[in-house]
Every structure is written in C-alpha cells, then in structure tokens.
C-alpha cells in the first residue's frame, strides 16, 4: 500500500484546514507559530514532498539543495519575494501564491491607511491618550482633503485597480497611475484612471499608494530622491512589500517635513522597524495587516491548501507562479 505524501505546515494555520489536509498527507504542523530558521526549515522538510509558507519561509537554491524530495511551495500571500522562483523551476519544484482573494480586503485597507495617514488619526489619538487635549483650535490636527484630490497609484494591478475604483467612484478624487505597462482602455475608463509616467506621478499625487510587487528593479523604487519630487504637502503609503521604500530615507523626509505624512503596513527586514520611523510623529504603522479579515486570512489558507492538495494527488496547479 502507497504512503500518502508527507508536508509540512510551517505556520499555525486555522484548525479545519489542518484537519483537511490531514485526510490527504501527513501533516506536519508546527502549531507553535516560531519562526523556523532555515537550518530547521531544512530539517522539517525532510521527506516532505509538500510545504504551506508564509512570507516568513525563504525557498531558495540552498534550500532546494537540502530538500531534493520537495515538490511544491505553497505561500500564504500573494506576494512571494519569500521565494526564488528561478531557482525553485530549476529544481523542478512548483511554486504557487494565492491572488484574487485578498483583493478587496486588502483595497480596504490600504485606502483606510491613507485616510487615516491624511487626517493625522494615529497622531492626534496619541494626543488625546497623553491628555494633552485641553482645549480646542480652529486648525488643531488639521489634515489633507481626501475628497476631490488626487489620487496616485503606483502599481495597477488588481489590488491597484480596486484602490483606484474607490477612490474615483466613492471619493470624487482624480485617479493617476504609473505601471510597468499601460491598461486597456476599458480597465482605464472602469477606474476612471490616467496612466502618466512616474516623475508625473510623484509631482501631481496628493495621495501616492505603492502596490507594486516587490523586485530586484522595485527595491527602493521610493528613495530620496523620489521623495524629493513629491509634494510637501503629500501622503505616502506602502501597503505593497518592505524594500520598495528606502524607509532610511522616508524618516529624514518626514522629520523634515518634506512631505506631510506616511502610512505604512510594510517594512524592511520586518517585523523589525527602522528605529527613526518610530520617533516621527507623523507617520502611520501597522504590522501587515493589509489582508487581516478572518474572512479573508481564510480564504488565503484555502487557496494555499487547495494548492497542495491538486498538485500532489492530481499533478494539477490552481494558481503557479513557475
């Protein structure tokens, strides 16, 4: 009698899809929620054909090496600059994320981080909570408009598009983007969307949202001297991944003022954060939690699960990267 094929689940992940994946492999969970290193990644997925990631796992050549018996990744996301997909084709091993199913959610949030980035939420709270608030002032914590300014988004795919759609439909704001390539012109008219270059961007946006996959070419793609061109009266917002913004350089601009406010769902090197955008007072931070509905965080674990199950009992691959 064949054995059924062994995975590893490197996260904790909600109980009934544990329980799923256990009428199809033997599941290896690690229900602690630790962060393996990845000499006991290696070590966990020995003898696994199968692994369910997070951003926090990194498949890379040096992995694969270790693991000949893998097959497929995969990833709770759908970003995966957790995964070196070049080398995961060359070692044969499938590479799946999980879009269409955050996109609303996460267009929520992202546009609720610049609202509450344009009218200074998180700072004039941390007032209110030091008891600073004695008495009131015609211009105390006045913000950005949102209604009927202009939007800027750079990246327009299908999370860029939602933003954008609530923005022209709901707000009134005249919607700009930049992107790698141009949309179709119904796309363009259904988003009520001009496509500019990026140095237009930065210099007309009011509010620039990044939602670009992060890249080789997409580090840094926000630095200094992007900053430089944008407004001062401006709000930036990175709800796309850590490393598209110099957040070195997005502290100096803020502390000086150069631009008016930040908001951000992703970092560098996080969970750690660059220690000067903690003593800004203008900036907006929150732990990636773009996706964060349990509706939503559901349906990402489905997907990555309804992966794994279609590969390895069937050969077939419901969303691949490679």
Request: hydrophobic share 45%; charged share 20%.
């Amino acid at each position: 009698m064949t054995s059924r094929p062994a995975i590893l689940i490197a996260r904790t992940v909600f109980p009934e899809v544990v329980e799923r994946l256990r009428q199809h492999f033997e599941v290896d969970h690690n229900h602690t929620d630790t962060v393996l290193s990845p000499a006991e990644l290696a070590q966990r997925l020995q003898g696994k054909a199968g692994v369910m990631t997070t951003g926090s796992e990194r498949i890379d050549a040096a992995l694969l090496a270790a693991c000949p018996g893998l097959r497929i990744a995969a990833n709770i996301a759908v970003g995966y600059n957790n995964f070196d997909v070049p080398a995961m084709t060359a070692a044969g091993v499938l590479a799946t994320n999980t879009p269409d199913v955050l996109t609303e959610t996460t267009a929520d949030f992202g546009f609720a981080l610049m609202m509450a980035t344009a009218r200074r939420v998180t700072e004039s709270e941390h007032f209110l909570r030091a008891g600073l608030w004695n008495r009131w002032a015609l211009d105390m914590f006045a913000g950005a408009e949102v209604h009927g300014s202009t939007l800027g988004i750079l990246g327009m795919g299908r999370i860029g598009q939602a933003i954008a759609r609530r923005g022209a439909h709901g707000f009134g704001m005249k919607v700009i983007y930049h992107n790698r390539s141009r949309l179709d012109a119904a796309t363009e008219a259904e988003c009520q969307a001009s496509y500019v270059s990026k140095d237009q961007l930065l210099a007309q946006a009011d509010h620039l949202i990044l939602v670009v996959p992060y890249s080789a070419e997409s580090h840094h793609a926000i630095g200094a001297a992007e900053i430089a061109q944008m407004k001062p009266t401006a709000t930036l917002v990175n709800i796309a991944r850590g490393g598209i913004v110099d957040d070195a350089a997005l502290a100096v601009a803020l502390r000086e003022k150069r631009i008016a406010a930040a908001g951000l769902d992703v970092f560098e090197g996080e969970p750690k954060v660059h220690p000067d955008l903690l003593t800004v007072p203008n900036v907006v931070l929150t732990p990636h939690i773009a996706s964060a509905t349990l509706k939503t965080r559901r349906a990402m674990a489905d997907l990555a699960a309804d992966n794994l199950i279609a590969f390895l009992t069937r050969g077939e691959a419901l969303t691949p990267l490679n």
